[in-house]
């Protein structure tokens, strides 16, 4: 069954705004999270990770939220620019296992 | 940066055949693993392999699926029989560790197609 999900599959943001990418998870014992970019016909790429035991992770204009109560975490995407266009996929894990279990992706846009 | 070469791109072959898709990890990773994407749905996980073994595998690795690493050589995914049902985009990856410890490394993916 599926254990996460990104609810939006596409998502327009002007450029210099902010993109907020949002994934939901429904098992506790994850304790890894991380958002991957892909280019179409490329490989995934990460671009970044939090434990479960942070809340918030930043790395220049990128930030994850992690809202372990809610089972949500997000990234935000601070001075959006036309090549963030990507598709993004969360991720997550728990540990002890190989498993990487990804979302269906979020395909952002932005328009300049 | 490090480097994962799938090879090749896209495959097509006729359901019943054996077909093998290859993997050249980054060199110094010691974790290896696939990934099946059907077209318009998530990746989902396939295989772990490390020091010569299956660590994890699931539900859709099936019987006609195995994987090897001959001599340090490519990371080998080998389908036996195909069926239509194994068409989607195979993403190898490698890791220097485990997943929480060290970051995925994914290749371009490799198309099959079973006719």
């Known amino acids: 069954g599926q254990q996460v999900k990104q609810s939006s599959p596409s998502l327009t943001v002007q450029e210099g705004g902010i993109s907020i990418l949002n994934c939901d998870y429904e098992?506790?014992?994850?304790?890894?999270f991380a958002w991957y970019k892909k280019y179409p016909d490329n490989s995934p790429t990460l671009l970044i990770s939090?434990?479960?035991?942070?809340d918030k992770r930043e790395d220049g204009r990128l930030t994850v939220f992690l809202n372990k109560s809610g089972k949500h975490f997000s990234l935000h995407i601070t001075a959006s620019q036309p090549e963030d266009t990507a598709v993004y996929l969360c991720?997550?894990?728990?540990?002890?296992?190989?498993?990487?279990?990804f979302g269906e992706g979020t395909k952002l846009t932005v328009s300049s | 940066g490090p480097k994962v070469l799938q090879i090749p791109s896209h495959q097509i072959i006729d359901m019943g055949q054996m077909v093998t898709l290859n993997c050249d990890p980054v060199?110094?990773?010691?974790?290896f693993y696939w990934y099946k994407q059907i077209l318009g749905q998530q990746m989902e996980f396939l295989v772990n392999?490390?020091?010569?073994?299956?660590?994890?595998k699931s539900k859709l690795f099936k019987d006609q699926f195995s994987v090897e690493r001959p001599d340090g050589s490519y990371f080998t995914l080998k389908i036996q029989p195909t069926a239509l049902e194994d068409s989607a985009v195979y993403f190898c990856?490698?890791?220097?560790?485990?997943?929480?410890?060290?970051?995925?490394?994914f290749g371009h993916g490799t198309k099959l197609s079973v006719l």
């Open positions: 990856a490698s890791s220097l560790g485990t997943i929480s410890n060290e970051r995925l490394f």
């Open positions: 098992n506790d014992m994850f304790d890894y």
């Open positions: 939090v434990r479960s035991n942070v």
């Open positions: 991720a997550r894990n728990q540990g002890g296992s190989a498993k990487l279990i």
């Open positions: 060199s110094n990773h010691l974790y």
């Open positions: 392999f490390y020091n010569g073994k299956v660590m994890e």
